[in-house]
């Protein structure tokens, strides 16, 4: 009975699989035919050659211009992006020197610092050990 089941289950993939395979090829067909037929309007359309061959320049025309729009406006965009991260750059560089200055200069300071408290405790051991001995 298993067996049975997953055998029919296979069967219904197929099905699925041959059916989804065949609405491509219809949708590719269809696509392509009226990419055909909106080529045969034109070129078979009741005008002059003169007329068809500047309506196929206009229409090419317009398209290389709005690929052009296109890259001009990805350009930009790209521009935009690049100056934006590079200001950004710039001000992570300028916050990371000014953390090394402060870093400098509490090191600075602290060298002093810990001097300082090296000298008051050589004085106070040597001052205890004078106590000491007498």
Same mark, same amino acid.
């Given at each position: 009975?298993?067996?049975?089941? +997953? *055998?029919?289950? @296979? ?5 699925? #699989? #041959?059916?989804?395979?065949? =609405? $491509? @090829?219809?949708?590719?067909? !269809? ?7 909106? %080529?045969?309007?034109? +070129? +078979? ?11 196929? *320049? ?9 690929? $052009?729009? *296109?890259? /001009?406006? $990805?350009?930009?965009? !790209?521009?935009?992006?690049?100056? /934006? ?10 916050? =990371? #020197?000014?953390? $090394? ?10 060298? /002093?610092?810990? %001097?300082?408290?090296? /000298? *008051? @405790? ?6 205890? +050990? ?5």
């Amino acid at each position: 009975m298993f067996i049975k089941d +997953l *055998m029919d289950m @296979t069967g219904k993939e197929k099905k699925k #699989q #041959q059916r989804i395979h065949n =609405a $491509k @090829t219809l949708a590719a067909g !269809v696509g392509i035919a009226a990419a055909a037929g909106a %080529a045969a309007g034109i +070129l +078979l359309a009741p005008k002059s050659g003169k007329e068809t061959r500047a309506d196929i *320049m206009n229409k090419a025309e317009d398209c290389v211009d709005t690929t $052009k729009d *296109m890259v /001009h406006k $990805k350009v930009e965009t !790209v521009k935009d992006s690049a100056s /934006h991260a590079a200001h950004e750059i710039s001000d992570v560089i300028k916050d =990371a #020197q000014g953390k $090394k200055a402060a870093v400098n200069k509490d090191i600075r300071n602290g060298r /002093h610092e810990v %001097a300082r408290d090296v /000298h *008051m @405790t050589s004085e106070k051991v040597s001052e205890d +050990l004078k106590n000491s001995d007498k």
